[in-house]
């Protein structure tokens, strides 16, 4: 377009125009307590705060701050808190179990910080295991597997059961089976707690790639190095939300 135009400006349209997406996780007044045989144990307090659709959110904090408890909470895996929880706008709270895990089945890929790996599945088995919630062809999910099987050079390993496996191994596994059926949500506990650095820095790669891409990430990281690749940071004490600030 040239400077000179002789077209009229444009109308610039304010943002009422533009759609209006709301938040893919909307959190108000959560709380997590446990009943121990020394009392009440807060876990959680007051927990709220929107998470955009597209963000690359770390959760950050000392041990036992919280973020695997508000991590299993947002991956619909843990339903005995209180407060509100909406996803794409439906209220997580009001929902029966049957209707969360379908919306966990649907639109989630879950990290988990010790990989919860089917222990009588073999690494392909696993691996299987979200697509086959999807409406795929099992020729096409056989594809998929053995691309996927690929990108994370774990071939020799395919027909191999858990328990054949290393730490790290089996953390890359779990990584995998998250990402493998193209959920909305990322949900990731400590993903690279147990790889090489190198390897870390692979995963994260993918992260941002899938993130750039439109996957909306939730991280748990005690690493500065990781969560500079997000784009906010919250920071979790004793159950507290005592930040939210933009990752640099
Ligand atoms: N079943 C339970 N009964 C009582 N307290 C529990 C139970 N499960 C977890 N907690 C407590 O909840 C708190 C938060 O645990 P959580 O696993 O969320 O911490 P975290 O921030 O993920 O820590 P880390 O960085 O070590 O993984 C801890 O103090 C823990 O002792
Ligand atoms: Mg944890």
Known sequence: MSFFSAQPKPVVRDSVATPIIGPLISMRNMEKVFETPAGRSYVLRRISGDIQP????????????????LLAILGMLDSVWTGEFYFLGHPVHAMSHKQRVALNKEHIGFVFQQYHLID???????????????NVKKSE??????DTLDRFGMVGKKDLYPRQLSGGQQQLV?????????????????????????????????????????????????????????????????????????AV
């Open 54 to 69: 597209g963000e690359f959110v770390s959760i950050m904090g000392p041990s036992g701050a919280g973020k695997s408890t």
């Open 120 to 134: 009588d599945l073999t690494v392909s088995e696993n691996l299987d295991i979200p697509l086959s919630y999807r």
């Open 141 to 146: 999910r056989e594809a998929i597997v053995a």
């Open 174 to 246: 779990g990584v995998a089976r998250a990402v493998i059926a193209k959920p909305k949500l990322i949900l990731a506990d400590e993903p690279t707690g147990n790889l090489h650095s190198s390897q870390g820095r692979e995963i994260m790669d993918l992260f941002k790639k899938l993130n750039n891409e439109g996957t909306t990430i939730i991280q748990v990281t005690h690493s500065e190095e990781n969560a500079k690749r997000g784009n906010r940071v919250i920071e979790l004490r004793d159950g507290w939300i005592t930040g939210s600030e933009a």
